[in-house]
């Protein structure tokens, strides 16, 4: 399939009825000579270009990790993007542009994870870019610039705006969506005055906190780096650098409980602490002048809002939790959180368990990611931003509802490689359908499909085998929230459960499934 672009002539492929067009470059190749420099605009196309195989990944070291596939793909331009459109019909489709998680160190588009053709088959474009990561990403150097990664998103996102009428794209109606590291920065853009205009509403899952760390915490871990490096701190001297020294450095500074092996359980839950994420956007006052918590508590930042997490995310921390850690090494992690001994007791009793394990999981969980959300969700509904707040609770078998397990449904994309191992092999349908539905419903018209979140009642969807909205889910323990009153139990919206789903004009059709 041939596209006509702003940059040139794009060769995609169809495939299974939607188009696909990978690694087109939206920004100029950094390496080797401007891996810390700020992104530069992309060079029109010299003949067709073929965009059939996937482009270069950030260079990163490669993280074994049992959430997803993520290939490193080598390369001098990680600055490119994928596409996914909709074939045969006409007209301007809503646009999401999906920004992949990782922790800031690792991640790409070549994973098949964020293979867009479920949201292709429905009626909207998916966009996916890389973005530079961990020191090339945010490291602050003699120029004074911080956040090069969201200057690469704020430049992929020009690019949608120029170029994506092309895709059969609506460049007025793009929704930016991510999750972990890729819903943070989605969030960090909310105060970035470079990206306003550029994008339209948000989709925000697990977004992890701290949402941004200080310019001051930053310049010191970049003079920090740069001195292991026995490098100066400026572009050029850490340019020669050669990447493979870069790279080491890089794995070595990764989070300790990404390196600890599951079966040293005591040392994980000692080393757990919500800030152990090195790299990742900065409130600098130049490229980021505000935090989300103040961005989106300012009218018409966004045109709305869609948040929430898994209910427990961080289960895969500490493995399965059995054997369960002991008490005296959740304490510690207890402490690191800021909580008590007595804050311990109150988990063990809520979860109604005697696994401090389990205990020390869910208080990272709510540190970390649900209590955020909580607050974001507050302050921009109190501004009236219509929001919407949802919480994924179905239990996998592996680490139950925990950090990525989500992944598979919001792409509808249960077949995807690695999938099963993740989600066991009876992972429901349904679920898919309407995870994904309610994200392609947003993307349409900035509603997934029940009650807007309000500060009195705090409806939140939640999604598990009964798909429900329950007040305040996002402040509950997993065992209250199976308990807890229903608001609304309308299986009208979701396929599989009642009827089928049919946004904005789509394709009615029964059951979930794969891409």
């Known amino acids: 399939m041939l596209v006509h672009s702003t940059y040139g002539q794009i060769q995609g492929q169809v495939r299974d009825g939607y188009a696909e067009f990978l690694g087109i470059p939206y920004a100029a190749a950094p390496y080797p000579d401007h891996a810390f420099a700020p992104p530069r605009p992309p060079a029109p ?12 990944t950030a260079a990163h070291p490669h993280v074994a990790q049992e959430l997803f596939p993520d290939p490193v793909v080598e390369g001098p331009n990680p600055l490119n993007l994928n596409v996914y459109a909709p074939t045969g019909t006409s007209g301007h489709h809503p646009v999401v542009v999906w920004l992949h998680g990782g922790g800031f160190f690792s991640g790409g588009n070549a994973s098949p994870w964020y293979t867009g053709g479920s949201f292709a088959r429905d009626g ?34 020009t690019w949608v705006r120029d170029t994506i009428e092309a895709f059969g794209g609506d460049p007025t109606n793009v929704t930016v969506a991510g999750q972990s590291a890729g819903a943070t920065a989605a969030l960090a853009l909310s105060g970035c005055p470079a990206a306003r205009g550029l994008f339209h509403r948000l989709a925000v899952m697990s977004a992890g906190t701290p949402l941004l760390s200080s310019l001051t915490r930053t310049e010191t871990l970049s003079e920090d780096f740069a001195a292991m490096l026995g490098a100066p701190r400026t572009r050029s001297a850490l340019t020669r650098v050669p990447v493979r020294e870069r790279l080491e450095l890089e794995a070595a500074w990764l989070p300790r409980e990404v390196l600890a092996p599951a079966a040293e359980v005591d040392e994980r839950a000692r ?46 921390v500490l493995g399965s939790v059995d054997p369960a850690p002991s008490l005296e090494a959740a304490r510690q992690g207890f402490a690191n959180l800021g909580f008590t001994g007595q804050d311990l007791e109150d988990y063990l009793h809520a979860l109604e368990t005697d696994n401090p394990g389990h205990a020390l999981a869910q208080a990272l969980s709510d540190r970390t ?20 707040a949802y919480q994924f609770a179905w239990p996998a078998p592996l680490f139950g509802a925990a950090h990525c397990t989500d992944l598979p449904f919001v792409f509808d994309h249960l077949d995807a490689p690695g999938a099963a191992h993740l989600l066991g092999p009876d992972a429901p349908a349904h679920l898919a ?19 807007a979140y309000n500060t009195r009642t705090r409806p939140v969807m939640v999604f598990d085998d009964d798909i429900r909205e329950v007040p305040d889910a996002l402040g509950l323990a997993p065992k209250e929230l199976r308990r807890a009153p229903v608001l609304q139990l309308d299986f009208s919206i979701f396929p599989g459960q009642h009827g089928c789903f049919e946004p904005g004009g789509l394709t009615p059709r029964q059951g979930g499934g794969g891409s």
Do not use: C, K
């Open 433 to 451: 359908t309407a995870l994904h539905g309610a994200l392609v419903r947003f993307a349409h018209d900035g509603n997934p499909g029940w009650s």
């Open 369 to 388: 990611f649900r209590t955020p959300a909580r607050a974001v969700a507050d302050g921009a509904a109190t501004v009236g931003i219509p929001t919407y």
């Open 124 to 157: 909207v474009v998916l966009v996916v870019p890389n973005y530079r990561l961990a020191a090339e990403g945010f490291m602050v150097l003699d120029d004074g610039i911080a956040n090069r990664a969201l200057l690469d998103i704020t430049m992929a996102l």
């Open 271 to 316: 080393r757990a602490r919500s800030d152990s994420l090195r790299w990742q956007p900065t409130l600098d006052g130049r490229v980021i002048t505000a935090s989300p918590y103040e961005a989106l508590t300012e009218p018409g930042t966004v045109d709305s809002l869609m948040i929430g997490t898994t209910a427990e995310e961080w289960n895969f």
């Open 45 to 56: 196309f010299h003949g067709v270009f073929q965009a059939v195989t996937p482009g270069a």
